[in-house]
Protein backbone atom coordinates (compact mmCIF):
# COMPACT_ATOMS: atom_id res chain seq x y z
CA UNK A 1 0.00 0.00 0.00
CA UNK A 2 2.83 2.46 0.78
CA UNK A 3 4.78 1.30 -2.62
CA UNK A 4 1.41 2.35 -4.95
CA UNK A 5 0.66 5.64 -2.28
CA UNK A 6 4.21 6.91 -3.36
CA UNK A 7 4.07 5.97 -6.98
CA UNK A 8 1.05 8.02 -7.52
CA UNK A 9 2.87 10.70 -5.52
CA UNK A 10 5.97 10.53 -8.09
CA UNK A 11 3.30 10.42 -10.68
CA UNK A 12 1.24 14.05 -10.01
CA UNK A 13 5.03 15.33 -9.05
CA UNK A 14 6.18 14.09 -12.49
CA UNK A 15 3.12 15.45 -14.32
CA UNK A 16 3.30 19.09 -13.20
CA UNK A 17 6.92 19.08 -13.83
CA UNK A 18 6.48 18.30 -17.41
CA UNK A 19 2.89 20.08 -17.05
CA UNK A 20 5.45 22.73 -18.53
CA UNK A 21 8.23 21.62 -19.61
CA UNK A 22 8.41 23.09 -23.82
CA UNK A 23 7.65 26.30 -22.03
CA UNK A 24 10.46 25.71 -19.12
CA UNK A 25 13.09 24.11 -21.94
CA UNK A 26 12.27 26.66 -24.36
CA UNK A 27 15.51 28.85 -25.47
CA UNK A 28 14.45 32.52 -24.35
CA UNK A 29 16.41 33.62 -26.77
CA UNK A 30 15.66 31.59 -30.06
CA UNK A 31 13.63 32.51 -33.02
CA UNK A 32 11.14 29.93 -33.61
CA UNK A 33 9.36 29.91 -36.68
CA UNK A 34 6.22 31.25 -35.26
CA UNK A 35 8.32 34.09 -34.85
CA UNK A 36 10.20 34.47 -37.65
CA UNK A 37 6.92 34.59 -39.61
CA UNK A 38 6.46 37.83 -38.15
CA UNK A 39 6.45 40.57 -40.35
CA UNK A 40 8.10 38.40 -42.96
CA UNK A 41 10.87 37.48 -41.49
CA UNK A 42 10.67 33.84 -41.97
CA UNK A 43 10.77 34.68 -46.39
CA UNK A 44 13.05 38.12 -45.45
CA UNK A 45 15.61 37.27 -43.33
CA UNK A 46 17.84 35.05 -45.64
CA UNK A 47 18.19 37.88 -48.09
CA UNK A 48 21.26 39.22 -46.37
CA UNK A 49 23.04 36.60 -46.22
CA UNK A 50 22.42 35.77 -49.83
CA UNK A 51 23.64 38.93 -51.15
CA UNK A 52 26.66 38.64 -49.19
CA UNK A 53 27.59 35.69 -50.62
CA UNK A 54 27.38 37.41 -54.20
CA UNK A 55 30.79 38.09 -53.56
CA UNK A 56 34.36 36.02 -52.90
CA UNK A 57 37.11 36.18 -51.11
CA UNK A 58 40.70 35.07 -51.07
CA UNK A 59 40.06 32.13 -52.99
CA UNK A 60 37.44 32.85 -55.31
CA UNK A 61 38.82 36.63 -56.25
CA UNK A 62 41.99 37.69 -55.22
CA UNK A 63 43.90 34.50 -56.11
CA UNK A 64 41.93 34.13 -59.06
CA UNK A 65 40.86 37.01 -61.73
CA UNK A 66 41.91 39.93 -59.35
CA UNK A 67 45.61 38.00 -59.97
CA UNK A 68 44.59 37.27 -63.54
CA UNK A 69 43.59 40.67 -64.92
CA UNK A 70 46.70 42.32 -62.69
CA UNK A 71 44.85 43.91 -60.32
CA UNK A 72 46.56 42.73 -57.03
CA UNK A 73 49.85 40.02 -57.08
CA UNK A 74 50.44 37.96 -54.26
CA UNK A 75 54.03 37.80 -52.62
CA UNK A 76 53.27 34.67 -51.09
CA UNK A 77 54.69 31.18 -52.92
CA UNK A 78 51.19 29.50 -51.88
CA UNK A 79 52.51 25.66 -52.63
CA UNK A 80 55.83 26.64 -54.23
CA UNK A 81 54.54 29.44 -56.13
CA UNK A 82 52.73 26.59 -58.52
CA UNK A 83 48.87 27.54 -57.91
CA UNK A 84 45.96 29.58 -60.00
CA UNK A 85 48.01 32.20 -60.23
CA UNK A 86 50.27 30.52 -63.00
CA UNK A 87 47.76 28.69 -63.99
CA UNK A 88 48.29 25.64 -61.53
CA UNK A 89 44.65 24.86 -60.03
CA UNK A 90 45.03 24.95 -56.95
CA UNK A 91 41.84 26.15 -55.40
CA UNK A 92 38.02 26.23 -56.84
CA UNK A 93 35.60 27.44 -54.11
CA UNK A 94 33.07 29.92 -55.93
CA UNK A 95 30.34 26.95 -56.96
CA UNK A 96 30.13 25.68 -53.20
CA UNK A 97 29.54 29.43 -52.44
CA UNK A 98 27.13 29.99 -55.05
CA UNK A 99 25.15 27.14 -54.28
CA UNK A 100 25.06 26.46 -50.69
CA UNK A 101 24.68 30.09 -49.70
CA UNK A 102 22.38 31.46 -52.66
CA UNK A 103 20.51 28.81 -54.77
CA UNK A 104 19.91 26.43 -51.18
CA UNK A 105 18.76 29.30 -49.23
CA UNK A 106 16.78 30.83 -52.17
CA UNK A 107 14.82 27.59 -53.44
CA UNK A 108 13.57 27.64 -49.28
CA UNK A 109 12.65 31.51 -49.83
CA UNK A 110 10.42 30.66 -53.11
CA UNK A 111 9.16 27.72 -51.71
CA UNK A 112 8.05 29.09 -48.41
CA UNK A 113 6.73 32.69 -50.34
CA UNK A 114 4.67 30.26 -52.65
CA UNK A 115 2.89 28.68 -49.34
CA UNK A 116 2.65 32.28 -47.49
CA UNK A 117 1.28 34.29 -50.95
CA UNK A 118 3.86 36.67 -50.69
CA UNK A 119 4.96 36.15 -54.25
CA UNK A 120 7.21 39.12 -54.87
CA UNK A 121 9.74 37.66 -52.14
CA UNK A 122 10.21 34.94 -54.33
CA UNK A 123 10.87 36.98 -57.43
CA UNK A 124 13.06 38.82 -55.69
CA UNK A 125 15.25 35.77 -54.66
CA UNK A 126 14.67 34.58 -58.03
CA UNK A 127 16.66 38.14 -58.95
CA UNK A 128 19.12 36.93 -56.65
CA UNK A 129 19.91 34.02 -58.18
CA UNK A 130 20.28 35.69 -61.43
CA UNK A 131 22.99 37.79 -59.79
CA UNK A 132 24.47 34.78 -58.32
CA UNK A 133 24.28 32.34 -61.91
CA UNK A 134 25.24 35.09 -64.06
CA UNK A 135 28.84 35.68 -61.56
CA UNK A 136 29.26 31.85 -61.57
CA UNK A 137 28.64 31.12 -65.52
CA UNK A 138 31.45 33.50 -66.21
CA UNK A 139 33.66 31.11 -64.66
CA UNK A 140 32.83 27.52 -65.55
CA UNK A 141 30.30 28.63 -68.30
CA UNK A 142 27.50 25.81 -68.10
CA UNK A 143 26.55 25.68 -64.90
CA UNK A 144 23.19 23.91 -62.86
CA UNK A 145 20.48 26.04 -62.92
CA UNK A 146 17.18 25.39 -64.61
CA UNK A 147 17.21 21.72 -63.37
CA UNK A 148 18.38 22.95 -60.05
CA UNK A 149 16.56 20.71 -57.16
CA UNK A 150 14.85 18.47 -59.54
CA UNK A 151 16.98 15.90 -60.20
CA UNK A 152 17.97 13.33 -57.95
CA UNK A 153 21.52 12.69 -56.21
CA UNK A 154 24.17 11.91 -59.33
CA UNK A 155 22.21 13.15 -62.01
CA UNK A 156 21.61 17.01 -61.94
CA UNK A 157 22.09 18.18 -65.87
CA UNK A 158 23.54 21.57 -66.37
CA UNK A 159 22.46 24.26 -68.91
CA UNK A 160 23.95 24.59 -72.15
CA UNK A 161 24.97 28.66 -72.07
CA UNK A 162 22.90 29.54 -75.14
CA UNK A 163 19.94 27.96 -72.80
CA UNK A 164 21.22 29.79 -69.49
CA UNK A 165 20.88 32.80 -71.28
CA UNK A 166 17.50 32.53 -72.86
CA UNK A 167 16.82 31.59 -69.67
CA UNK A 168 18.10 34.44 -67.76
CA UNK A 169 16.64 36.90 -70.09
CA UNK A 170 13.30 35.54 -69.43
CA UNK A 171 13.39 35.20 -66.17
CA UNK A 172 14.14 39.35 -65.92
CA UNK A 173 11.47 39.85 -67.79
CA UNK A 174 9.04 38.00 -65.41
CA UNK A 175 10.40 39.52 -62.30
CA UNK A 176 10.52 43.08 -64.11
CA UNK A 177 6.80 42.70 -64.64
CA UNK A 178 6.06 41.98 -60.99
CA UNK A 179 8.10 44.52 -59.82
CA UNK A 180 6.41 47.10 -61.93
CA UNK A 181 3.10 46.40 -60.99
CA UNK A 182 3.96 46.95 -57.67
CA UNK A 183 6.12 49.84 -57.30
CA UNK A 184 4.86 50.93 -54.01
CA UNK A 185 5.37 47.71 -52.10
CA UNK A 186 7.38 48.59 -49.04
CA UNK A 187 7.74 44.63 -47.61
CA UNK A 188 11.69 44.10 -48.14
CA UNK A 189 12.53 47.43 -46.15
CA UNK A 190 13.80 46.17 -43.39
CA UNK A 191 15.84 43.21 -45.50
CA UNK A 192 17.04 45.51 -48.04
CA UNK A 193 20.18 47.00 -47.00
CA UNK A 194 20.94 48.13 -50.71
CA UNK A 195 17.90 49.78 -51.82
CA UNK A 196 16.24 49.80 -48.04
CA UNK A 197 13.36 48.30 -50.01
CA UNK A 198 12.86 50.49 -52.86
CA UNK A 199 11.32 48.75 -56.12
CA UNK A 200 12.03 51.25 -58.16
CA UNK A 201 15.84 51.19 -57.58
CA UNK A 202 15.74 47.68 -57.76
CA UNK A 203 14.52 48.05 -61.74
CA UNK A 204 16.93 49.92 -62.30
CA UNK A 205 19.28 47.06 -61.02
CA UNK A 206 17.48 44.73 -62.85
CA UNK A 207 17.98 47.05 -66.22
CA UNK A 208 21.77 47.17 -65.81
CA UNK A 209 21.75 43.35 -65.43
CA UNK A 210 20.30 42.90 -68.64
CA UNK A 211 22.29 45.64 -70.44
CA UNK A 212 25.67 43.64 -69.11
CA UNK A 213 24.39 40.18 -70.07
CA UNK A 214 23.45 41.45 -73.42
CA UNK A 215 26.97 43.23 -73.84
CA UNK A 216 28.46 40.00 -72.66
CA UNK A 217 26.64 37.52 -75.60
CA UNK A 218 27.33 40.35 -78.20
CA UNK A 219 29.95 38.82 -80.65
CA UNK A 220 28.34 34.98 -80.45
CA UNK A 221 24.61 36.49 -80.73
CA UNK A 222 24.79 39.86 -81.76
CA UNK A 223 21.06 39.97 -82.78
CA UNK A 224 19.51 38.63 -79.39
CA UNK A 225 22.38 41.13 -77.44
CA UNK A 226 21.23 43.99 -79.41
CA UNK A 227 17.50 43.18 -78.98
CA UNK A 228 17.85 42.96 -75.14
CA UNK A 229 20.51 45.63 -75.01
CA UNK A 230 17.85 48.57 -76.57
CA UNK A 231 15.20 47.08 -74.13
CA UNK A 232 17.16 47.84 -71.64
CA UNK A 233 18.01 50.99 -72.67
CA UNK A 234 14.58 52.15 -73.17
CA UNK A 235 13.12 50.59 -70.27
CA UNK A 236 11.41 53.86 -68.64
CA UNK A 237 12.22 52.25 -65.51
CA UNK A 238 15.74 53.75 -65.91
CA UNK A 239 19.48 52.10 -64.96
CA UNK A 240 21.92 52.88 -62.82
CA UNK A 241 23.26 56.44 -63.75
CA UNK A 242 24.09 58.17 -60.68
CA UNK A 243 26.19 56.93 -58.12
CA UNK A 244 23.27 57.43 -55.80
CA UNK A 245 21.92 54.19 -57.60
CA UNK A 246 25.36 52.00 -56.97
CA UNK A 247 24.27 48.87 -55.93
CA UNK A 248 26.17 48.58 -52.60
CA UNK A 249 26.50 45.23 -51.53
CA UNK A 250 26.42 45.31 -47.09
CA UNK A 251 29.28 43.24 -45.33
CA UNK A 252 27.19 42.28 -42.39
CA UNK A 253 29.93 43.38 -40.14
CA UNK A 254 32.59 41.49 -42.10
CA UNK A 255 35.85 42.65 -43.13
CA UNK A 256 36.17 44.23 -46.57
CA UNK A 257 37.85 40.82 -48.06
CA UNK A 258 40.53 42.75 -49.50
CA UNK A 259 41.44 44.38 -46.50
CA UNK A 260 41.52 41.18 -44.31
CA UNK A 261 43.98 39.57 -47.41
CA UNK A 262 46.37 42.78 -47.55
CA UNK A 263 46.30 43.51 -44.30
CA UNK A 264 45.46 40.57 -41.96
CA UNK A 265 46.91 37.66 -44.21
CA UNK A 266 49.75 39.96 -45.65
CA UNK A 267 49.23 37.19 -48.56
CA UNK A 268 47.95 40.41 -51.44
CA UNK A 269 49.57 43.74 -52.76
CA UNK A 270 49.18 45.39 -55.87
CA UNK A 271 49.51 44.05 -59.37
CA UNK A 272 52.27 45.02 -61.49
CA UNK A 273 49.89 45.69 -65.12
CA UNK A 274 47.76 48.42 -62.53
CA UNK A 275 50.85 49.84 -61.70
CA UNK A 276 51.54 50.03 -65.16
CA UNK A 277 48.19 51.58 -66.08
CA UNK A 278 47.36 53.90 -63.43
CA UNK A 279 51.01 55.36 -62.85
CA UNK A 280 51.49 56.07 -66.64
CA UNK A 281 48.24 57.36 -67.33
CA UNK A 282 48.84 59.52 -63.73
CA UNK A 283 45.75 58.65 -62.78
CA UNK A 284 44.41 60.09 -59.18
CA UNK A 285 42.20 56.96 -57.99
CA UNK A 286 45.61 55.05 -57.62
CA UNK A 287 45.62 57.01 -53.74
CA UNK A 288 42.34 55.63 -53.30
CA UNK A 289 42.90 51.84 -54.65
CA UNK A 290 46.18 51.48 -52.68
CA UNK A 291 48.69 52.63 -50.18
CA UNK A 292 52.28 54.63 -51.18
CA UNK A 293 55.61 52.43 -50.23
CA UNK A 294 57.79 53.91 -47.52
CA UNK A 295 61.12 52.28 -49.20
CA UNK A 296 61.89 54.66 -51.71
CA UNK A 297 64.19 51.91 -53.87
CA UNK A 298 60.83 50.45 -54.75
CA UNK A 299 60.19 53.18 -57.32
CA UNK A 300 62.91 54.39 -58.82
CA UNK A 301 61.92 54.20 -62.41
CA UNK A 302 58.78 56.25 -61.49
CA UNK A 303 59.49 58.53 -57.85
CA UNK A 304 56.88 61.26 -58.25
CA UNK A 305 54.08 57.83 -58.04
CA UNK A 306 55.32 55.70 -54.53
CA UNK A 307 53.13 52.65 -55.26
CA UNK A 308 54.58 49.57 -56.40
CA UNK A 309 53.22 46.29 -57.52
CA UNK A 310 53.90 42.63 -58.16
CA UNK A 311 53.30 41.08 -61.57
CA UNK A 312 50.24 38.70 -62.67
CA UNK A 313 51.62 35.32 -62.23
CA UNK A 314 55.27 36.58 -61.25
CA UNK A 315 58.22 34.57 -60.16
CA UNK A 316 57.59 34.94 -56.01
CA UNK A 317 60.19 33.38 -53.58
CA UNK A 318 60.25 34.39 -49.93
CA UNK A 319 57.60 36.37 -48.59
CA UNK A 320 59.20 38.75 -47.09
CA UNK A 321 60.53 39.63 -50.97
CA UNK A 322 57.74 42.13 -51.13
CA UNK A 323 55.74 42.63 -48.19
CA UNK A 324 57.17 46.12 -48.77
CA UNK A 325 54.85 46.64 -52.02
CA UNK A 326 51.59 48.93 -52.05
CA UNK A 327 48.92 46.96 -49.84
CA UNK A 328 45.44 48.28 -50.46
CA UNK A 329 44.17 51.81 -49.51
CA UNK A 330 43.84 51.42 -45.33
CA UNK A 331 40.14 52.85 -46.08
CA UNK A 332 39.25 49.26 -46.84
CA UNK A 333 39.82 48.45 -43.21
CA UNK A 334 36.73 50.66 -42.01
CA UNK A 335 33.78 50.06 -45.09
CA UNK A 336 30.70 48.05 -44.31
CA UNK A 337 30.15 47.76 -47.94
CA UNK A 338 31.42 47.33 -51.54
CA UNK A 339 30.47 47.60 -55.08
CA UNK A 340 28.16 45.13 -56.52
CA UNK A 341 27.23 47.44 -59.53
CA UNK A 342 28.16 50.94 -60.43
CA UNK A 343 26.81 53.65 -62.22
CA UNK A 344 30.19 54.10 -63.96
CA UNK A 345 29.42 50.32 -65.48
CA UNK A 346 26.66 51.59 -67.18
CA UNK A 347 28.26 54.89 -68.88
CA UNK A 348 31.09 52.09 -70.43
CA UNK A 349 28.46 49.80 -71.32
CA UNK A 350 26.44 52.47 -73.17
CA UNK A 351 29.68 54.15 -74.85
CA UNK A 352 30.02 50.28 -76.50
CA UNK A 353 27.10 50.05 -77.31
CA UNK A 354 26.97 53.40 -78.95
CA UNK A 355 29.84 52.39 -80.76
CA UNK A 356 27.69 48.95 -82.27
CA UNK A 357 24.83 51.40 -83.29
CA UNK A 358 22.53 50.51 -80.43
CA UNK A 359 19.15 52.65 -80.67
CA UNK A 360 18.89 54.56 -77.12
CA UNK A 361 22.68 54.33 -76.22
CA UNK A 362 23.93 58.27 -76.80
CA UNK A 363 26.89 59.38 -77.68
CA UNK A 364 30.27 57.41 -77.16
CA UNK A 365 32.40 59.75 -75.96
CA UNK A 366 29.41 61.24 -73.75
CA UNK A 367 28.98 57.81 -72.14
CA UNK A 368 32.77 57.38 -72.13
CA UNK A 369 33.64 60.63 -70.24
CA UNK A 370 30.50 60.37 -68.06
CA UNK A 371 32.08 56.91 -67.25
CA UNK A 372 35.47 58.53 -66.03
CA UNK A 373 33.36 61.15 -64.33
CA UNK A 374 31.32 59.00 -62.36
CA UNK A 375 34.40 56.57 -61.01
CA UNK A 376 36.44 59.68 -60.02
CA UNK A 377 33.46 60.58 -57.83
CA UNK A 378 32.48 57.59 -56.68
CA UNK A 379 36.12 56.70 -54.89
CA UNK A 380 36.59 60.43 -54.06
CA UNK A 381 39.38 61.37 -56.65
CA UNK A 382 40.72 64.61 -57.88
CA UNK A 383 41.79 65.82 -61.58
CA UNK A 384 39.07 64.02 -63.43
CA UNK A 385 39.39 67.26 -66.05
CA UNK A 386 42.78 67.00 -66.63
CA UNK A 387 42.75 63.23 -66.84
CA UNK A 388 40.35 63.64 -69.40
CA UNK A 389 42.55 66.05 -71.77
CA UNK A 390 45.28 63.97 -71.45
CA UNK A 391 46.58 62.78 -74.52
CA UNK A 392 50.20 61.96 -74.36
CA UNK A 393 50.64 60.40 -70.92
CA UNK A 394 51.11 56.13 -72.03
CA UNK A 395 51.23 52.69 -69.70
CA UNK A 396 54.61 52.64 -68.83
CA UNK A 397 57.01 49.64 -68.46
CA UNK A 398 56.39 47.99 -65.10
CA UNK A 399 59.63 47.11 -63.16
CA UNK A 400 60.41 44.44 -60.39
CA UNK A 401 63.39 45.56 -58.40
CA UNK A 402 63.29 42.03 -56.68
CA UNK A 403 63.39 39.52 -60.06
CA UNK A 404 64.14 41.10 -63.25
CA UNK A 405 61.79 38.25 -64.39
CA UNK A 406 59.24 39.80 -63.90
CA UNK A 407 59.47 43.22 -65.98
CA UNK A 408 57.64 43.42 -69.10
CA UNK A 409 56.97 46.25 -72.10
CA UNK A 410 53.21 47.37 -72.08
CA UNK A 411 51.29 46.10 -74.77
CA UNK A 412 49.07 49.13 -75.11
CA UNK A 413 49.54 52.69 -76.28
CA UNK A 414 46.66 54.15 -75.41
CA UNK A 415 46.33 57.78 -74.13
CA UNK A 416 42.94 58.59 -72.06
CA UNK A 417 41.74 61.65 -74.01
CA UNK A 418 38.76 61.31 -76.41
CA UNK A 419 39.91 60.83 -80.10
CA UNK A 420 36.82 61.06 -82.97
CA UNK A 421 39.40 60.54 -85.56
CA UNK A 422 39.96 56.55 -84.04
CA UNK A 423 39.23 53.69 -85.23
CA UNK A 424 36.04 51.66 -83.43
CA UNK A 425 38.57 49.16 -82.34
CA UNK A 426 41.19 51.89 -80.75
CA UNK A 427 37.90 54.32 -78.96
CA UNK A 428 36.64 50.16 -77.69
CA UNK A 429 40.08 49.49 -76.24
CA UNK A 430 40.04 52.95 -74.39
CA UNK A 431 36.37 52.38 -73.28
CA UNK A 432 37.16 48.64 -72.03
CA UNK A 433 40.73 49.48 -70.61
CA UNK A 434 38.66 52.88 -68.70
CA UNK A 435 36.29 49.87 -67.77
CA UNK A 436 38.79 48.25 -66.09
CA UNK A 437 40.67 51.07 -64.11
CA UNK A 438 36.90 51.74 -62.53
CA UNK A 439 35.93 48.07 -61.11
CA UNK A 440 38.93 47.74 -58.84
CA UNK A 441 37.35 45.32 -56.08
CA UNK A 442 34.37 44.05 -58.68
CA UNK A 443 36.92 42.45 -61.17
CA UNK A 444 35.04 39.62 -62.40
CA UNK A 445 33.13 41.43 -65.32
CA UNK A 446 37.19 42.34 -66.18
CA UNK A 447 37.99 39.09 -67.09
CA UNK A 448 34.70 39.10 -68.66
CA UNK A 449 35.42 41.94 -70.96
CA UNK A 450 38.98 40.65 -71.48
CA UNK A 451 37.95 37.56 -72.91
CA UNK A 452 35.46 38.62 -75.37
CA UNK A 453 37.38 41.76 -76.55
CA UNK A 454 41.20 41.42 -75.54
CA UNK A 455 41.44 44.71 -73.41
CA UNK A 456 43.04 45.40 -71.76
CA UNK A 457 45.49 44.68 -73.05
CA UNK A 458 47.72 43.63 -70.05
CA UNK A 459 50.84 41.14 -70.53
CA UNK A 460 50.96 37.38 -70.13
CA UNK A 461 52.01 35.73 -67.17
CA UNK A 462 55.42 35.31 -66.60
CA UNK A 463 55.34 31.85 -64.72
CA UNK A 464 52.85 28.89 -66.96
CA UNK A 465 52.56 26.38 -64.74
CA UNK A 466 49.36 24.84 -67.03
CA UNK A 467 50.15 21.51 -68.11
CA UNK A 468 47.79 18.66 -69.16
CA UNK A 469 46.27 17.78 -65.39
CA UNK A 470 44.06 20.84 -65.67
CA UNK A 471 44.80 22.47 -69.82
CA UNK A 472 47.46 24.02 -71.18
CA UNK A 473 47.53 27.27 -71.98
CA UNK A 474 49.68 28.48 -74.79
CA UNK A 475 52.40 31.54 -73.84
CA UNK A 476 50.26 33.84 -76.03
CA UNK A 477 47.44 33.08 -74.41
CA UNK A 478 45.62 33.36 -70.80
CA UNK A 479 43.04 31.32 -68.88
CA UNK A 480 39.57 31.21 -70.08
CA UNK A 481 37.75 29.37 -67.68
CA UNK A 482 37.92 27.57 -63.96
CA UNK A 483 37.13 23.53 -64.21
CA UNK A 484 34.30 22.01 -62.95
CA UNK A 485 34.42 21.18 -59.30
CA UNK A 486 36.05 17.99 -57.94
CA UNK A 487 32.90 17.41 -56.20
CA UNK A 488 30.73 17.38 -59.30
CA UNK A 489 33.52 15.83 -61.19
CA UNK A 490 32.96 12.62 -58.69
CA UNK A 491 29.30 12.82 -57.76
CA UNK A 492 27.68 14.22 -60.91
CA UNK A 493 29.94 12.46 -63.34
CA UNK A 494 27.31 12.26 -66.52
CA UNK A 495 26.15 15.41 -66.43
CA UNK A 496 29.54 16.88 -66.02
CA UNK A 497 30.66 14.70 -68.86
CA UNK A 498 27.29 15.82 -70.74
CA UNK A 499 28.44 20.01 -70.07
CA UNK A 500 31.83 19.30 -71.31
CA UNK A 501 30.74 18.49 -74.74
CA UNK A 502 28.96 22.20 -74.31
CA UNK A 503 32.30 23.76 -73.96
CA UNK A 504 33.62 25.18 -77.18
CA UNK A 505 36.34 22.57 -76.83
CA UNK A 506 34.45 19.73 -75.34
CA UNK A 507 36.85 19.50 -72.72
CA UNK A 508 36.57 21.00 -69.09
CA UNK A 509 39.99 22.47 -68.84
CA UNK A 510 41.35 26.27 -68.28
CA UNK A 511 41.99 26.68 -71.88
CA UNK A 512 38.39 25.89 -73.46
CA UNK A 513 37.05 29.44 -74.19
CA UNK A 514 33.33 29.76 -73.02
CA UNK A 515 30.57 30.06 -75.36
CA UNK A 516 30.63 33.78 -75.81
CA UNK A 517 34.24 34.14 -75.56
CA UNK A 518 34.89 33.83 -79.51
CA UNK A 519 38.25 33.64 -81.46
CA UNK A 520 37.68 36.43 -83.61
CA UNK A 521 40.28 39.23 -82.81
CA UNK A 522 38.01 42.27 -84.40
CA UNK A 523 35.60 43.23 -82.21
CA UNK A 524 33.53 44.69 -85.15
Known amino acids: MKKLCLMVLVLIVFNSCT ?14 DKLLEQDFNLVGSPFSVMLYNLMGGQIEED ?26 LQWNAYWDRVYSSVMSP ?24 ILAISKLTAIHGPVIFSNYGTGGLGTIKYDKESDLYTNLFTQLDQIETNFKANLTYTSFTKFDQSYKGSIPSWLKLINSIRLRLAMRIVKISPTVAKTQGEKALADPAGLITTNADN ?57 TYKFKGIRNGGYVNAKDDRLSFSTVSADFKTVQKRRGFTASEISFLKAEA ?30 VDAYLADATSKPISYIDPKDSKNNFTPLSTITVAWNAGDSN ?81 GKDDIASRLWWDTSTVSNF
Open 354 to 383: ALRGWAGAGDAKTNYEDGVRLSFADWGASG
Open 247 to 303: FMIALNGNVMPVSMISFDWQDTRMGGPIESFMVGLKDARISKYFAEVSDASLVTDHP
Open 63 to 88: LCYDNWMGYMGTPTPFTSNVNNTTYY
Open 106 to 129: SKQVIELAQQKNLPLFGDWAKFVR
Open 425 to 505: ELKLEKIITQKYLATFTNTLEAWVDFRRTGYPKIPHVAKNDSGPTWGVIPADQWIKRLVFVNAERTGNAPAVAEAATFLTS
Open 19 to 32: KNFEDINTNPNQIT
